[in-house]
């Protein structure tokens, strides 16, 4: 009799578990929205794409165009494919809102060569500032700060603020539509890399928290190695002012960083039209770096021009 009153009572316990689980799922299924791709627009689809697929690494990628002019812009449409050969992907897409194509694309179909950075935490506001959509011709290396360093094998200038640098050879380009929203896939070839050793554990090989890499989220977020998603506004649509544009006592600052010089110059323009004094004391440069900090660019400036 106990055994099976055993038996009876187990078989209750798993028919109300499979019930439950049952009703579970019904739940589940009612909280999801399913979509057609061609039901909604582009740039929503868009948007959940990216908020979706996430974390996405960065291809800082650094191009020329057939003038010799430099370009640099960064793309969270990107990854590695092959280590034999050495392979890396990334996508610049046709401009949702108006079906442009970017400049990178337009410079690696005349001149098939590009350097691909990666980007660390130390030098996330300025490759946001770069992403700013200058015009043809503007060096986004001078607009946003960074240095110049001649590659060995390909034109391209590398980023020197760049933990790990690849000089690629691309191998084919792949357009995956010709409509606003639409992907072409840059096939690069690695040539060379350039490793900071500053990045290497005591094996030599790359240690992730000293690497501090930065990736996409949506919107307005990412995420890095250390600790986990921050915010970083989008650069003006009417074009920041740059970091080549700051007074010379604000971009020399022995104080303020990269960062702190990328929030800076992503104004629309200086906040004083005559500017008669720039504060260079070190006290006064912490103190600005605190506000920017704290997100408060404009306070920061007060103190940067400030006399007193």
């Keep these: 009799m106990s055994f099976r009153f055993k038996y009876k ?24 929205i399913s979509i057609l791709p061609q039901d909604i ?13 996430a974390p996405r690494p960065i291809a800082f990628a650094s191009t020329i165009d057939e003038d010799g002019n430099v370009n640099l812009s960064p793309f969270s449409f990107f990854n590695v494919f092959s280590a034999n050969p050495p392979i890396l992907i990334f996508s610049p897409a046709r401009r949702v809102r108006d079906n442009t194509t970017k400049h990178t694309l337009e410079n690696v179909l005349k001149n098939k060569e590009v350097v691909i950075n990666i ?25 946003a700060g960074f240095t110049e360093v001649a590659s060995s094998l390909v034109a391209p200038p590398r980023v020197l603020e ?58 307005n977020w990412y995420n890095r190695s250390k600790e986990g998603m921050f915010e970083v506004p989008k650069p003006l649509s009417t074009l920041g002012i740059g970091v080549d544009a700051l007074p010379r ?60």
């Design 119 to 143: 980007v660390s935490y130390d030098m996330v506001q300025q490759m946001s500032l770069s992403s700013t959509e200058y015009a043809k011709g503007i060096n986004e290396f001078e607009k």
């Design 9 to 32: 009572g187990n078989m209750l316990i798993l028919l109300f578990n499979q019930i439950f689980r049952t009703f579970l799922d019904y739940l589940h299924l009612q909280r999801m």
């Design 249 to 308: 006592e604000v971009r020399q600052s022995t104080i303020l960083t990269g960062n702190d010089l990328g929030m800076l110059a992503n104004v629309e323009a200086l906040p004083k039209e005559e500017i008669s004094f720039v504060n260079a004391t070190e006290e006064i440069h912490k103190l600005a770096q605190k506000k920017l900090l704290e997100g408060n660019v404009s306070e920061a400036w007060e103190l940067l021009l400030s006399d007193s």
């Design 162 to 219: 760049s933990p790990v640098q690849f000089e690629c050879k691309v191998n084919e380009i792949i357009e995956l539509g010709t409509e606003g929203g639409a992907g072409n896939l840059i096939i690069c070839e690695v040539v060379k890399l350039h490793i900071d050793e500053s990045v290497l554990d005591e094996d030599g090989k790359i240690d992730p928290v000293k690497l501090d890499a930065v990736a996409r989220m949506g919107g």
């Design 41 to 53: 627009s582009t740039a929503k689809l868009h948007g959940y794409l990216l908020g979706s697929i």
